[in-house]
């Protein structure tokens, strides 16, 4: 089975902090997303990759940055926490054929107080 | 830039009772994703279905690619079935690519 793992289920940290969030995903896919999820707003892509060393901006990617040094990792980071980034985080991974399903991580519940 | 319409936003049903969730988007795709959020927040990939229909267990979902619709349907439905369930499709139309999703639907099933 694939597995993407986040590396924390809850997170608090304060206004102004720098947060990373990691995800793993153990079958070598190509492609790794993070999405937000905000009540009535749904799902919401902030930023993809499509390989290692590459990066794309999605619809809300204005306070993340991203990286992805090894296939398998791709990191997102808030330089600088601020209350409306709680929000909960997924991370999910495809492999780039057609026929493939997404596979997404546990979530991790964010508070930046 | 495709655009994901979920329906109905809430959905209340008692146990036993069929179920149906609808999803229209606005780009020709040829792969739509029916997933399932528990409270608590993990999401698990239900489907991925380019044409007809799929069946696991109770869940059957179904697409029309020339409508730009599809459905997921719940039978004999249970107080574990509640939960949010969410379509997605490819962001740019076609098959693969970063998602765009649906504002899910949430269903509670009364025993």
């Known amino acids: 089975d694939v597995k993407v793992t986040q590396s924390s289920r809850y997170l608090v940290k304060r206004t102004g902090e720098k947060v990373f969030l990691e995800c793993v995903q153990d079958?070598?896919?190509?492609?790794m997303f993070w999405y937000r999820q905000d009540p009535g707003l749904g799902l919401r892509l902030i930023y993809f990759?499509?390989?290692?060393?590459?990066?794309e901006k999605g619809d809300i990617p204005e306070g993340y940055s991203v990286s992805r040094e090894k296939k398998e990792r791709f990191s997102l980071i808030l330089e600088s926490a601020s209350t409306n980034q709680t929000s909960m985080y997924l991370c999910?991974?495809?492999?780039?054929?057609?026929?493939?399903?997404?596979?997404f991580g546990q979530g991790t519940r964010l508070t930046v107080v | 830039k495709n655009e994901v319409e979920q329906s109905p936003q809430n959905l209340t049903a008692q146990e036993g009772e069929f179920i149906t969730i609808n999803c229209s988007y606005s780009?020709?795709?040829?792969?739509l994703h029916w997933l399932q959020q528990h409270p608590g927040g993990g999401i698990v990939s239900l489907f991925m279905?380019?044409?007809g229909k799929k069946k696991h267990g109770r869940l059957i979902a179904t697409i029309n690619i020339q409508e730009k619709h599809s459905s997921l349907h719940i039978t004999a439905s249970h107080p574990r079935d509640s939960a949010v369930y969410i379509c997605?499709?490819?962001?740019?139309?076609?098959?693969?690519?970063?998602?765009?999703f649906g504002k899910g639907t949430k269903l509670s099933v009364k025993p």
């Open positions: 999910a991974s495809t492999i780039t054929s057609a026929g493939s399903g997404a596979f």
């Open positions: 079958m070598d896919h190509e492609n």
């Open positions: 990759s499509y390989d290692v060393k590459m990066k």
């Open positions: 780009v020709g795709i040829s792969a």
């Open positions: 279905l380019s044409s």
């Open positions: 997605a499709a490819p962001h740019y139309g076609g098959s693969q690519g970063n998602l765009i």
